[in-house]
Nanobody, 122 residues
Framework: QVQLVESGGGLVQPGGSLALSCAAS????????MDWYRQAPGKQRELVAAITSGGSTKYDETVKGRFTISRDDSKNTLYLQMDSLKPEDTAVYYCHAIVRTRSSVLTEYSYWGQGTQVIVSS
């Protein structure tokens, strides 16, 4: 089994910064895509940013230029640096990964973290 554990959420003032981390652990053979989603109250979960195993990235238009996604494959860890935060960035942020496990290297599985709350407010 594989577990994803996020950390780094909290309360920050508008214009501030936060850094999120997501550590993947368990019987991991490889991780292809890792991404961050968020879900605000009353809204659907949406993709914030994604990064492939080759390092290619994509961002939602609302965060482009303010958020930076990165990963450290030696640590199976995903990061999200969030700068110039706005109140509309308030949401629960979820880590997601597409993983091949050691017991099933030919099959990709989708895993989610439990989420970390980000509140942007003065």
């Amino acid at each position: 089994q594989v577990q994803l554990v996020e950390s780094g959420g909290g309360l920050v003032q508008p214009g501030g910064s936060l850094a999120l981390s997501c550590a993947a652990s368990g019987s991991i053979f490889s991780i292809s895509v890792m991404d961050w989603y968020r879900q605000a109250p009353g809204k659907q979960r949406e993709l914030v940013a994604a990064i492939t195993s080759g390092g290619s990235t994509k961002y939602d238009e609302t965060v482009k230029g303010r958020f930076t996604i990165s990963r450290d494959d030696s640590k199976n860890t995903l990061y999200l640096q969030m700068d110039s935060l706005k109140p509309e960035d308030t949401a629960v942020y979820y880590c997601h990964a597409i993983v091949r496990t050691r017991s099933s290297v030919l099959t990709e599985y989708s895993y989610w973290g439990q989420g970390t709350q980000v509140i942007v407010s003065s």
